[in-house]
C-alpha cells in the first residue's frame, strides 16, 4: 500500500546550521506531497506542498523538490532557528482520495 | 476561538470503559477527519465526514470505535469498552470541502486519551 518513510530522530542542530529531514514514498500513481509540522502545544499545520513532480514547496525558509525519479520529497532549510524546533511529519494524498497518509515524523531541537 | 477544538484534552479511564472525544470543526468545513496518534507514530487515519455522512471509515481499527456528526457540525468519537491499546492522542482535523481542493487539514490540538 502506499506509505511515507522520514528519518529518524531526534536531530539536535546548532542555530543557524543547515538542516535536511529525508523523506521517500512509496505510492501507486503520482500523489501529492506535504510537510506538516507539530509546534510545541500546537495541532499539526501545513508547512509546504507539492503537487506534482519537480514542483518546489517552500514556506518559512523551508524547502522541499518532488523528485519523482528517486520517489523522494527531503525537506531542506539553510540556516535554522531555535524557533524551529518541533515535529516534521512528511506525508502524501491522491486528491481523489480521502484522507493523508503521514510518516512517523521527525522531531528537531534547534540549541541557541 | 477560530480553530478546530476538541475537547476534552485529557481523558484518564479504565479498561472496560465507554469514551467519547468530541470535535468542533472551523465554521463553514464541510470535511471532518479522526486521526489517532500512538507514541512515536505519525497520524493514523481512522474516518472522514463530508457533511453528515462518513465518507470513508476504513480506518476504524474495529468495532468498539464509532463516530458521528448529526448535524454536519460538531463530531463525536465513541470507544466502548476501552482497551489499553486504545490509548493514544486522537486528532480532529477539517478542511473546506476535502482534499479535492487544497489538500490542506487544519488540526486540532488533540484529545489525549489514557486506558489504564
Known amino acids: 500500500g502506499d506509505s511515507v518513510t522520514q528519518m529518524e530522530g531526534p536531530v539536535t542542530l546548532s542555530e543557524e546550521a543547515f538542516l535536511t529531514i529525508n523523506c521517500t514514498y512509496t505510492?501507486?500513481?503520482?500523489?501529492?506531497l506535504f510537510w506538516y509540522v507539530q509546534y510545541p502545544g500546537e495541532g499539526l499545520q501545513l508547512l509546504l506542498k507539492?503537487?506534482?513532480?519537480?514542483d518546489k514547496g517552500s514556506n518559512k525558509g523551508f524547502e522541499a523538490t518532488y523528485r519523482k525519479e528517486t520517489t523522494s520529497f527531503h525537506l531542506e532549510k539553510g540556516s535554522v532557528q531555535v524557533s524551529d524546533s518541533a515535529v516534521y511529519f512528511c506525508?502524501?494524498?491522491?486528491?481523489?482520495?480521502?484522507?493523508?497518509?503521514f510518516g512517523s515524523g521527525t522531531r528537531l531541537s534547534i540549541r541557541p | 476561538g477560530a480553530g478546530v477544538s476538541q475537547t476534552p484534552s485529557n481523558k484518564v479511564t479504565e479498561k472496560g470503559k465507554y469514551v467519547e472525544l468530541r470535535c468542533d470543526p472551523i465554521?463553514?468545513?464541510?470535511?471532518l477527519y479522526w486521526y489517532r496518534q500512538s507514541l512515536g507514530q505519525g497520524p493514523e487515519f481512522l474516518i472522514y465526514?463530508?457533511?453528515?455522512?462518513?465518507?470513508?471509515d476504513s480506518g476504524l481499527p474495529n468495532d468498539r470505535f464509532f463516530a458521528v456528526r448529526p448535524e454536519g457540525s460538531v463530531s463525536t468519537l465513541k470507544i466502548q469498552r476501552t482497551e489499553r491499546g486504545d490509548s493514544a492522542v486522537y486528532l480532529c482535523?477539517?478542511?473546506?470541502?476535502?482534499?479535492?481542493?487544497?489538500?490542506?487539514?487544519?488540526f486540532g490540538e488533540g484529545s489525549r486519551l489514557t486506558v489504564l
Open positions: 507539492a503537487t506534482k513532480a519537480d
Open positions: 506525508a502524501l494524498s491522491f486528491f481523489s482520495a480521502s484522507k493523508i497518509i
Open positions: 465554521s463553514g468545513h464541510t470535511a
Open positions: 505510492a501507486t500513481g503520482y500523489p501529492s
Open positions: 465526514f463530508q457533511g453528515t455522512g462518513a465518507a470513508d
Open positions: 482535523a477539517s478542511s473546506p470541502s476535502g482534499l479535492t481542493n487544497t489538500g490542506e487539514l487544519f
